[in-house]
Nanobody
Framework: QVQVVESGGGTVQAGGSLRLSCVASGGLFGINDMGWYRQAPGKQRELVADITRGGSANYEDSVKDRFTISRDNSRNTVYLQMIGLKPEDTTVYYC?????????WGQGTQVTVSS
């Protein structure tokens, strides 16, 4: 069983920065793709950014100039560096880890951007 734990959320003013972290642990096999998703009230969960095991990253268009996703050397942690935060970025951010036969979700971390 893989455990996925996010951290780093908080409250910042518009234009501020946050770095989210996600640790995936407990699996017998290596983690493949990892990604960050967000879900606003009344909307379905959507991809923010994801990254392959080899380090190839993709971004949702509205964040690609402001957010950077990365993985550490052990491939068990993924980060989302967020700069130039906007009020519309406010929501819960979820980490996803693909372990091959199953995808695991974290509990989410709240990001709030005030104007």
């Amino acid at each position: 069983q893989v455990q996925v734990v996010e951290s780093g959320g908080g409250t910042v003013q518009a234009g501020g920065s946050l770095r989210l972290s996600c640790v995936a642990s407990g699996g017998l096999f290596g983690i493949n793709d990892m990604g960050w998703y967000r879900q606003a009230p009344g909307k379905q969960r959507e991809l923010v950014a994801d990254i392959t095991r080899g380090g190839s990253a993709n971004y949702e268009d509205s964040v690609k100039d402001r957010f950077t996703i990365s993985r550490d050397n052990s491939r068990n942690t993924v980060y989302l560096q967020m700069i130039g935060l906007k009020p519309e970025d406010t929501t819960v951010y979820y980490c996803n880890a693909d372990a091959g036969l199953r995808r695991y979700w974290g509990q989410g971390t709240q990001v709030t951007v005030s104007s």
